[in-house]
């Protein structure tokens, strides 16, 4: 069996601020360095095989907090990224629902191949995280793993994992700094955790 430890990154200044982030590098704040101090020193009695992170400053350095307290390293890669929301990036969520082309009010109606100028679609990034899985069942047969990344792709990645549709993603919860588990069987994975943020308590989640 492979267990799959998901990490989200802690805050930055523009999911206080409520913008859309996507590719734009962007990198933990004060509050966010603390929620990963919060998440290493909850993870450090944990044994991981290997620890991956995307490539991005707001989940390396959460991951790389987490890797010090593990005496581990950490593989970055880029296709852990969050999706790529090109116009979309930097902008408020409420400005970016009032416009013509609502993204959020398309994911919530189910349409996973809304067209972003300069960016991704839900299907592109599902392929993304497709051949990331791949990789690490073919890197590791069984074993834990810690993956730390962005909201939408570990949302698209659980529902991978236990075989929901892609639309269901929109119907999960993950907070910042927030862990879940997955475990991989031959002919399913099974949810075991999910949005855990118990090592944050007194501390509101002021971002979705």
Avoid at 16 to 25: A, Q
Avoid at 37 to 58: I, P
Avoid at 137 to 146: A, F, S, V
Avoid at 165 to 170: D, Q, R, S
Wanted: net charge neutral; hydrophobic share 40%.
């Amino acid at each position: 069996m492979l267990r799959l430890l998901l990490a989200r990154h802690g805050e930055t200044d523009w999911n206080r601020e409520g913008k859309y982030h996507g590719h734009t590098d962007i990198d933990l704040n004060e509050v966010g360095l603390e929620q990963a101090e919060r998440l290493a020193q909850r993870l450090r009695s944990e044994r991981v095989d290997a620890l991956y992170s995307s490539d991005l400053k707001r989940a390396l350095h959460t991951a790389q907090r987490i890797a010090s307290v593990m005496n581990t390293k950490v593989v970055s890669t880029k296709e852990l990224r969050e999706i790529n929301l090109g116009y979309y990036e930097g902008k408020h969520f409420r400005g970016a629902k009032d416009e013509g082309r609502p993204l959020e009010s398309a994911w919530e109606a189910g349409n996973m191949d809304f067209p972003i100028p300069g960016g991704e679609t839900l299907y592109q990034l599902q392929a993304r995280v497709a051949v990331f899985i791949s990789t690490l069942k073919e890197r590791h047969g069984d074993g834990t793993l810690l993956v730390v990344s962005h909201g939408g792709v570990l949302r698209v990645m659980i529902c991978h994992l236990v075989g929901l549709e892609l639309k269901c993603w929109w119907n999960l919860r993950l907070e910042g700094a927030s862990l879940s588990a997955v475990d991989i069987y031959p002919n399913r994975g099974v949810l075991r955790l999910l949005n855990d943020r118990c090592h944050l308590r007194n501390q509101e989640s002021v971002w979705a």
